[in-house]
């Protein structure tokens, strides 16, 4: 059995940012549970937000943007400097270096690699009952869990579309972006029959960028459709010319009016997207896990 004050289940974009403001403000000792590579573990990713002000996040910033742009379906565009904001990238790797640091530096800091299985409560907060990757089991007893990890189903809801897409890491031959400028939403891609669809560009260099095609809709599509889409786009809009693609990420966001319940147990509570921080309108959750991290760090 060991003890800390706050238990984390999971440590994706939640479970690592609330770890990272409970070292900054010391209120608690805090383990992260993240299960190790496998199914479980999602693939690496991208996250972007709108960004103002000092949030401790800049040695996990991979790029950033001042000025941002939405194409029409006309092809005219429109170009907004959002100052004092900046979009910022953030890799999930390098946000998972940051933080696992810092637990490292901080007193009572730890990252257990288990699997959670059950949180159940106990006299004065909850366990999580944790399998090791070698079989082995293993609880930590906590005052409080906030657990992250995905929920079984999504809850009834009136409306359930998705926000899904692939985006490809091109590399072109000659130097095709302005670093500075993103694209946030090229409404020049061809229209699905049902939902509405659009490009993303975020720059990284004259000859990088992360380049994506986005549908908001009722189902994924698959690999092979996400290709074309991405093929036509890069190809016949945005005219790229050679390229090739050094990395591919995908996913599919809930885009829902759903009730998320936040408390679990007495001592136990939902964060990041399976907490409701997802907003319905845009898929955007980053800066919204930002906000719950800090605001349970300073109520500990
Ligand atoms: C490819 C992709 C790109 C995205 N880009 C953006 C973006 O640019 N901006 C934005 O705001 N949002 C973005 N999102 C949406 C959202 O920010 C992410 O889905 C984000 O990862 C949600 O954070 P989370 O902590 O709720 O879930 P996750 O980050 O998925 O974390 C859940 C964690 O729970 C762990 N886990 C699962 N089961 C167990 C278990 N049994 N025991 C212990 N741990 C477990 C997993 O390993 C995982 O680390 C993106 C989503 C995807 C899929």
Do not use: K
């Not at 209120?27 to 999602?42: F, K, Q, Y």
């Not at 040695?59 to 005219?76: C, K």
């Not at 800091?109 to 009952?129: K, S, Y």
């Amino acid at each position: 059995m060991s003890r800390c004050d706050v238990a984390v289940v999971g440590g994706g974009a939640a479970g690592l940012s609330l770890a990272h403001r409970l070292t900054e403000t010391g209120a608690a000792t805090v383990t992260v549970i993240e299960p190790p590579d496998g199914p479980l573990r999602p693939a690496e990713r991208t996250w972007c937000y709108w960004h103002a002000g000092a949030d401790g996040l800049d040695g996990a910033v991979s790029a950033s943007w001042s000025v941002l742009r939405v194409h029409g379906a006309d092809g005219l565009p429109v170009t907004v400097e959002p100052a004092p904001f900046t979009y910022r990238m953030v890799r999930s790797a390098d946000f998972e270096r940051l933080v696992h640091d810092r637990l490292a530096r901080a007193d009572g800091g730890h990252v257990l690699r288990a699997t959670a299985d059950a949180v159940r409560a106990v006299p004065g907060g909850a366990e999580v009952h944790c399998t090791l990757p070698d079989g082995s089991t293993v609880h930590v007893r906590a005052r409080r869990v906030f657990d992250s990890r995905p929920l079984p189903a999504l809850p009834p809801a009136r409306t359930q579309l998705l926000q899904h897409f692939r985006g490809w890491f091109v590399r072109t031959a000659t130097g095709r972006f302005a670093p500075g400028v993103a694209d946030l939403m090229d409404f020049r891609v061809p229209q699905p029959a049902h939902g509405l669809a659009f490009g993303y560009v975020l720059p990284l260099a004259p000859d990088r960028a992360l380049v994506e095609y986005t549908e908001f809709s009722r189902r994924p599509l698959t690999t092979q459709a996400y290709e074309s889409a991405l093929g036509h786009y890069c190809r016949d809009v945005l005219r790229l010319g050679p390229l090739t693609v050094e990395r591919t990420e995908q996913g599919a966001i809930p885009m829902t009016d759903a009730r998320f319940p936040h408390r679990a147990g007495p001592s136990v509570f939902r964060i990041g997207t399976a907490g409701g921080a997802t907003r319905p309108a845009t898929g955007y959750t980053f800066a919204a896990v930002q906000r719950q991290a800090r605001a349970i760090a300073a109520a500990l």
